[in-house]
């Protein structure tokens, strides 16, 4: 597992100053490149290497006028190398070096995206664990259904996450592919060995083949796969959100000493890092969308997925960052009620086991369409406030004819709710 304290900070990766770093990388494995082919000799390999720098300023200084980036770049360094500014660039379009660095970029962030769901996975295993037998109200359509536990929920969160590692290792997989073969792709003035060099030391791998660009279908994979991410994060949260609710109250952020939850109402303690998560997940799936849109461009290509990547990519992978370690952070330290949620278990009277009298009317050979007539009508009797559902089952004389009265509180029975979460565990934990 990688370090996470080795990696850059998210930022750095997509800050202006890499940018620029990272082209120079490339466009001097490129000369090394051809150096070995014998296209430059040995004393402009070496003022390369020693000179080829630039300054930031200067570059947004030649930008000004022409109006394009990786010109101003090349012009830039060009005016430190004199005669041999000549071989910097040779052979090579704009997108070879955009292209590959951005691939570059991308894999970095994979990496740090990778560890942040690891870190994940491994608060979420330590949280199910924890309440593995905390009883609390499954529920469905927002109504009671039966009982689960806590920690069977969060264990669901947890195999999400793995599959979310694994869709995030194939798209850094995808994204990992550069480009050096100049303009429309056809290596007409470049060699394919400048490519298969500059790839290999930049633990890339080439193309394919490309035209001006690396295809668009790349990046979208990329982009679809943080979107997942942010969903499945969204939707965990939008859960907590929900059992802090007050009529709940089952779960909760934890509310840090002078924290404030409302100008207005002293009171308040609300489920802000949730509900920033669930915002936030709206932008990464709007900017997965228009990476969708960039696959489709004109003939060889168009930049009109330019302008959108420099915005969405940089965006995107800062914001599933960010939102891993919120969600990370929160889990590891998330209020659990236990008592509030066997408390909750009983507001509806013993309804949760209905289905259990359910099946046993059948093995007394009822049909189950008479078995469910006979407990539906007893748990609208229930929802009427008319008594207990245990006391009601008790006192009818229909199911009298076929559960004795031991039978029917032996389906009052949590333990049959819990009689499998050791084998779910270790199905989904592998232990």
């Known amino acids: 597992m990688i370090d996470r304290y080795s990696l850059p900070v ?5 800050d202006e100053k ?71 660039h040779q052979g090579l379009t704009s997108s070879d070096i955009l292209d590959t660095s951005l691939a570059l970029m991308l894999k970095h962030s994979a990496e740090i995206i990778i560890e942040g769901i690891n870190d994940l996975i491994n608060a979420l295993k330590e949280k199910a664990l924890e309440h593995k037998y905390t009883l609390m109200a499954g529920r469905t359509h927002g109504v009671h259904a039966e ?50 060099y500059v790839c290999a030391k930049l633990s890339l791998k080439p193309a394919k083949i490309s035209n001006q660009i690396i295809q668009r279908d790349r ?33 909760e952020e934890n509310f840090t000493p002078g924290q404030k939850g409302s100008s207005a109402m002293p009171h308040k303690r609300n489920p802000i890092i949730c509900e920033r998560i669930c915002g936030l997940s709206r932008v990464v799936r709007a900017n997965a969308m228009t990476a969708l849109e960039n696959v489709n461009l004109w003939h060889e290509r168009d930049i009109s997925h330019s302008s959108a990547e420099r915005i969405i990519i940089p965006d995107s992978n800062i914001l599933v960052d960010y939102m891993l370690q919120k969600f990370t952070n929160l889990i590891s330290n998330l209020n659990v009620y236990p008592e509030r949620m066997k408390e909750n278990l009983e507001k509806t009277k013993g309804l949760i ?35 207990e559902f245990k006391e009601l089952l008790l006192g009818d004389p229909e199911v009298g004819k076929y559960l004795t009265k031991s039978e029917i509180e032996e389906c009052f029975d949590y333990q049959t709710y819990l009689k499998n979460i050791d084998s779910i565990f270790i199905r989904v934990f592998d232990e």
């Not at 195999?159 to 590692?165: A, D, G, I, Q």
């Not at 939707?235 to 779960?251: C, D, N, S, V």
């Not at 009298?357 to 229930?382: F, H, N, P």
Request: charged content about 25%.
């Open 219 to 251: 990046h979208a994979y990329y982009l679809v796969t943080l979107a997942v991410i942010a969903s499945s994060l969204e939707k965990f949260a939008t859960e907590i959100r929900g059992l802090q609710r007050t009529e709940i109250y089952e779960a």
């Open 353 to 387: 086991f209905s289905q259990k009298i359910m099946l046993d009317l059948t093995e007394k050979g009822l049909s189950r369409e008479e078995a469910y007539r006979i407990v539906q009508g007893i748990s609208m009797r229930v929802w009427q406030g008319q008594a």
């Open 18 to 88: 890499n940018k620029y770093k990272t082209w120079l990388k490339i466009e001097l494995l490129v000369c090394e490149a051809l150096f070995e082919l014998g296209k430059i000799d040995q004393e402009a390999i070496e003022n390369i290497r020693k000179n080829a720098r630039y300054s930031v300023y200067r570059i947004q200084e030649i930008e000004k006028v022409t109006r394009h980036d990786v010109l101003a770049f090349t012009t830039a360094v060009g005016e430190n190398l004199g005669e041999y500014s000549r071989y910097f």
């Open 10 to 14: 998210m930022k750095n990766i997509w």
């Open 147 to 196: 009982p689960i536990t806590f920690g069977f929920k969060v264990a669901l969160w947890f195999s999400e996450m793995e599959r979310n590692l694994e869709r995030m290792k194939r798209a850094q997989e995808e994204i990992s592919y550069g480009k050096i073969s100049g303009a429309v792709g056809t290596f007409a003035h470049i060699g394919l060995h400048v490519e298969e």
